[in-house]
């Protein structure tokens, strides 16, 4: 059976026009003939076919083609095709095609032919939207399953803080932190909305992180393709759910990155609009002012990102650093396009209506002030609003003290040298399972500096066009080859923009050089989006390309296919087998989260509601459970500096017994468990030294709760490159003691 062909208009690059001119854009016009080579007749009819194309194209421009070529048609022979390339418009004969079986098979044939009725056309529409939601279906579940997990350390201090909140206390004055306080009203939003509990904690945590899902996909849509957008969403789902990170625990890095997708999606938008807003002006029309809203908004969700966790300010900087030069060369490109250089007469020059340079100077420096000048106000605006409120409520003194005199020597405590230490040991824990997840994005970074898509002024290269028109040849419906094998990034500047958010996210993870395990949840969206370029890379090259190259498509496709199984294999017991104490055990490697919950039933079943407790240890989820206003502001990440070799330790410490003895709480719970002091060598002693004399003369021993502490970190989970634990499990005590009556 043979079909009758279509005709192709397609855009080709031609090398460079003059400046200030608008030429008719070349196109490809090609049709697709049995190269029939068997003797003088078929070349002569080919000839009697083409002879009315090349006489209609008489006396046009036969402009020089790119590579040395020149005349008005290059006529190339692709397997059993032949196609005729011309500078201008030129409509060749019909004639006749292969058919799809021929090309393709019957099973191809009939997949594209029943591909394009409604119900199936409507699913390909919604396609990417149905595996988002999949995704997001799959990670409600889980969370939602592990929804009543003991809150752990970080968790514990976030709810307590929140609690305080939500009672209208100020959080710096009843309880010391270090940490801005994003992450503490964004806990009493949540406690507000589902309750104070473990379970509404982790209910608002899914909430969280689907959104986060939800934005991960837009931005890798908007990067690349649909493709890419559901690969990133797919990787970054996975991966921030992963014990490895501690995904499962509402730590504030989830919170930032919210905030940081939301400022960059809007970046993008007010970026679009500023651009179309510059051409307004340029001729002579209105401009909207929606650019200007756009950039107010995006730097106020930088900022709310910088106030959850004070990384956050690696984020806002990745939005500045891109606002700055998307603008700068946005403006460069417009003075090189619209500028009459093309004319050499001077008074031609004078006669134009674009301005001059110096003319148009002005503006666009003040556009790009006054556009920078909002981010920036949007980015201050939520800290400057917290220092407002806090200086109301008379606790701005102490937090500067705390977020910003202390956070200094934190931020600075450790070496280069035992930083690299660090990270290693830490890289080994956060792959966990999901080692090939983490190998895609360096595939990912490499074959984005090859990807034409991902810039949007260059065009498809010449044996990328000819393979897409052979494809396009052997379909039912000959359709404009832009509809797929040229679409570009609507991103501006899309390889700067991947390259600078990386290095910020790398940033945002190195700070201090703690690399705590969940400061990667902040590298993962970065990660998901390389990936994600190198799924689609692979997906556009199975479909558009015939070369060697199609062997690293299926490598990558294979690599992204087995990254996924082996997260779900190999998380799949924590997901879906263990009850949420035994996830909280096989995470965290201790019982001591599950039995802080007991301590604090016994404190607030054996005390009135107005009671006042203190707790020697690291463990602040006992003020949350309790639900008793604490002794002291000296809550668990500053029990640990009181235990660190600075200048403020022993201070710290005469304070935090100056509190005790001066408000005398109701009961003491002491934790008796290494890891929730970290005392080293050349710690402070003083606080140790006072509760050996104190509790004997005040206090009486009323409960002592046992817990297990050092079972091995993940070893329900397979670890590639982590070697099995050999630290033996240990029983600890939780001291719980009443006030000598």
């Known amino acids: ?139 409600l579940i889980v969370r939602v399953r592990l929804r009543d997990m003991p809150l752990e350390r970080d968790e514990g201090e976030y709810a307590y803080a929140g609690q305080l909140m939500l009672h209208g206390l100020a959080p710096y004055k009843e309880a010391y932190t270090m940490k801005l306080p994003g992450t503490y009203a964004a806990y009493a939003v949540i406690m507000a909305l589902f309750g104070q509990s473990p379970a509404g904690i982790h209910v608002g945590l899914a909430l969280v992180n689907a959104a986060s899902i939800v934005l991960v996909f837009l931005l890798g849509r908007r990067l690349l393709d649909e493709a890419a957008g559901v690969a990133a969403a797919v990787a970054f789902a996975l991966l921030s759910l992963s014990p490895s990170v501690l995904g499962l625990a509402a730590h504030a890095t989830h919170f930032v990155v919210l905030a940081a997708l939301g400022g960059i999606l809007l970046l993008l938008r007010a970026c679009e609009l500023a651009e179309r807003d510059q051409r307004s002006e340029i001729r002579g029309q209105r401009p909207v002012a929606s650019g200007q809203v756009a950039f107010f908004l995006s730097g106020l969700l930088f900022g709310l990102a910088f106030l959850m966790k004070q990384h956050g300010l690696f984020f806002g900087l990745c939005g500045a650093i891109y606002l700055l030069w998307t603008r700068t060369r946005s403006w460069l490109a417009n003075e090189l396009e619209e500028s009459p250089l093309s004319s050499t007469s001077p008074a031609a020059r004078r006669s134009s209506s674009v301005p001059s340079s110096p003319t148009r100077l002005k503006p666009e420096l003040r556009r790009l002030l006054r556009d920078a000048g909002l981010f920036l106000l949007g980015g201050l605006a939520p800290y400057g609003l917290t220092c407002l409120v806090l200086w109301a409520m008379g606790a701005l003194q102490s937090f500067v003290f705390w977020t910003i005199t202390y956070a200094a020597k934190y931020a600075s405590a450790i070496a280069f040298a035992t930083g690299a230490d660090i990270l290693r040991a830490s890289v080994k824990t956060v792959i966990g399972p999901n080692i090939v997840l983490w190998i895609l994005p360096l595939v990912g970074a490499l074959v984005m500096w090859w990807e034409e898509r991902l810039d949007a002024s260059r065009q498809p290269s010449l044996d990328r066009t000819f393979n897409a028109i052979g494809s396009s040849l052997a379909s039912k419906d000959a359709a404009p080859l832009a509809s797929s094998a040229t679409r570009h990034s609507s991103f501006a500047h899309a390889r700067f923009f991947v390259v600078t958010f990386l290095l910020c996210s ?100 054996h005390s009135p509601p107005g009671a006042r407790i203190a707790v020697l ?15 002291t502001g000296h809550l668990y990440l500053y029990m640990y500096p009181l235990m660190e070799p600075h200048s403020f330790a022993l201070k710290m410490q005469q304070d935090m017994i100056a509190e005790i003895e001066r408000t005398r709480p109701e009961f003491l719970v002491y934790v008796d468990d290494p890891y929730s002091w970290l005392q080293r060598p050349d710690s402070e002693r003083r606080i140790l030294e006072w509760w050996q004399d104190y509790w004997g003369k005040h206090l009486d021993l009323v409960q002592t709760i046992e817990f297990e502490e050092g079972f091995a970190r993940g070893t329900d989970t397979p670890n590639l490159i982590r070697r099995p634990s050999t630290t033996a499990v240990s029983q600890q005590n939780i001291l719980i003691l009443q006030r000598r009556r």
């Open 1 to 139: 059976m043979w079909c009758n062909p279509g005709v192709l208009p397609v855009w080709f690059p031609w090398g460079p026009t003059p400046m200030g001119t608008t030429p008719a854009p070349p196109h490809i016009h090609a049709s697709a003939t049995p190269s029939r080579r068997r003797g003088s007749q078929g070349g002569k009819r080919r000839t009697k076919r083409q002879a009315q194309p090349q006489s209609a194209v008489a006396g046009e421009d036969a402009s020089p083609l790119p590579g040395g070529l020149s005349g008005a048609r290059i006529t190339l022979h692709v397997s059993r095709f032949t196609f005729h390339v011309s500078r201008n418009p030129l409509i060749l004969p019909c004639c006749p095609r292969p058919s799809l079986q021929f090309i393709f098979g019957r099973w191809m044939s009939a997949a594209l032919h029943n591909s394009s009725s409604p119900r199936r056309q409507g699913v390909r529409r919604y396609q990417a939207w149905l595996l988002v939601a999949l995704t997001v279906l799959f990670v």
């Open 506 to 605: 790398l940033a945002s993870v190195s700070v201090g050089f703690y690399f705590r395990e969940h400061y990667f949840i902040l590298l993962l969206p970065a990660l998901a989006l390389l990936t994600g370029i190198a799924v689609s890379r692979g997906l556009h090259l199975l479909r558009n390309d015939t070369t060697i190259e199609l062997f690293l498509a299926l490598a990558i496709l294979g690599l992204y296919a087995i990254g996924v199984g082996a997260a779900l294999i190999g998380n799949g017991p924590v997901w879906l087998g263990m009850s949420p104490a035994e996830a909280m055990r096989s995470v965290c490697g201790t019982t001591l989260f599950s039995e802080a919950a007991r301590a604090a039933d016994y404190i607030r079943n």
């Open 617 to 631: 240890g690291s463990e602040p989820e006992i003020y949350f459970y309790a639900r008793r206003r604490a002794a």
